[in-house]
């Protein structure tokens, strides 16, 4: 109806939809953060890591890519954002999909069917809804016993959806500020954080030697990867519903940049 000047998160099932209306453009790109799960490990079954790995071995990554976002969206090397420049490791393994290994950690853990619930605000994220009920279907696939919960304010008391931006970049941006001492995880759904994990990250945002801090960053995401307080799925695809006359440009933080060197009108 020509009302609205900026619309945000358009599905990419509409990116066409879009940009076929006369006086209408989309702008996409991948973005500074990454839609993620966070387990409680003080929860029950979660308390065993070996259910916590299995669970995220089971979910196929590259398969909600495809079919949600029309493989727009990128499965992570790690927890760590391309932005990261020198400090961004091209080589550490993209999250595991394996299916026969998690069957395995479940049968060795102390894991005995109880239900766990995957906690979610209806349609808070891109695809989130969706993405839920899809890895839900995928743990049953292990034999764990989960079910999609909505509700008005997430508690973490189980499993949580969540998304991880990249505050600056740099590995203290992105893995320790948002996972690290002080952070919501530490004090909601990882409160048993190993002393390795704060160690390590402290020295890492104290240090300016380069080649330390990359041993430290990579050490930082393998404890990570190893503990398993949560999930990682995917780098979004985001797009942006622009009318025509308008010249701005999204920043891969999501940062709604106004100002004058980033906004015009030109009509």
Same mark, same amino acid.
């Given at each position: 109806?020509?009302?609205?000047?900026?619309i945000t998160q358009l599905p990419p099932d509409q990116i066409e939809t879009v940009k076929s209306q006369t006086g209408l453009k989309v702008i996409s790109k991948n973005i500074a953060n990454m839609h993620a799960l966070r387990f409680n490990t003080t929860f029950g079954p979660l308390k065993d890591k070996r259910v916590r790995q299995a669970l995220s071995l089971a979910i196929d990554r590259q398969l909600l890519a495809d079919t949600l976002w029309g493989g727009r969206a990128?499965?992570?090397? *790690?927890?760590?954002?391309?932005?990261?420049?020198?400090?961004?490791?091209?080589?550490?393994?993209?999250?595991?999909?394996?299916?026969?290994?998690?069957?395995?950690?479940?049968?060795?853990?102390?894991? %005995?069917?109880?239900?766990?619930?995957?906690?979610?605000?209806?349609?808070?994220?891109?695809?989130? %809804?969706?993405?839920?009920?899809?890895?839900?279907?995928?743990?049953?696939?292990?034999?764990?016993?989960?079910?999609?919960?909505?509700?008005?304010?997430?508690?973490?008391?189980?499993?949580?959806?969540?998304? %991880?931006?990249?505050?600056?970049?740099?590995?203290?941006? *992105?893995?320790?500020?948002?996972?690290?001492?002080?952070?919501? +995880?530490?004090?909601? %759904?990882?409160?048993?954080? +190993?002393?390795?994990?704060?160690?390590?990250?402290?020295?890492?945002?104290?240090?300016?030697?380069?080649?330390?801090?990359?041993?430290?960053?990579?050490?930082?995401?393998?404890?990570?990867?190893?503990?398993? +307080?949560?999930?990682?799925?995917?780098?979004?695809?985001?797009?942006?519903?622009?009318?025509?006359?308008?010249?701005?440009?999204?920043?891969?933080?999501?940062?709604?940049?106004?100002?004058?060197?980033?906004?015009?009108?030109?009509?």
């Amino acid at each position: 109806t020509g009302e609205v000047d900026i619309i945000t998160q358009l599905p990419p099932d509409q990116i066409e939809t879009v940009k076929s209306q006369t006086g209408l453009k989309v702008i996409s790109k991948n973005i500074a953060n990454m839609h993620a799960l966070r387990f409680n490990t003080t929860f029950g079954p979660l308390k065993d890591k070996r259910v916590r790995q299995a669970l995220s071995l089971a979910i196929d990554r590259q398969l909600l890519a495809d079919t949600l976002w029309g493989g727009r969206a990128i499965v992570p090397n *790690g927890h760590q954002y391309p932005e990261f420049g020198d400090m961004y490791f091209a080589d550490y393994p993209k999250e595991e999909y394996d299916l026969e290994k998690a069957k395995q950690l479940i049968a060795e853990s102390d894991y %005995n069917g109880e239900l766990i619930n995957y906690e979610l605000r209806n349609g808070y994220y891109t695809f989130g %809804n969706e993405a839920a009920e899809a890895i839900v279907d995928m743990w049953k696939e292990i034999g764990v016993n989960a079910q999609v919960k909505f509700v008005e304010k997430q508690t973490n008391t189980e499993i949580s959806n969540w998304s %991880n931006s990249m505050r600056f970049p740099d590995p203290v941006g *992105g893995l320790w500020l948002l996972w690290g001492e002080g952070s919501s +995880p530490s004090v909601e %759904n990882w409160t048993d954080m +190993p002393q390795e994990f704060i160690d390590t990250g402290r020295r890492l945002a104290s240090i300016t030697d380069v080649e330390e801090r990359k041993t430290l960053a990579r050490k930082l995401m393998d404890i990570w990867k190893e503990e398993a +307080p949560g999930a990682l799925l995917y780098y979004p695809f985001e797009s942006w519903g622009v009318r025509e006359g308008l010249e701005w440009e999204p920043y891969s933080s999501q940062t709604m940049d106004f100002r004058a060197d980033n906004f015009k009108v030109v009509e």
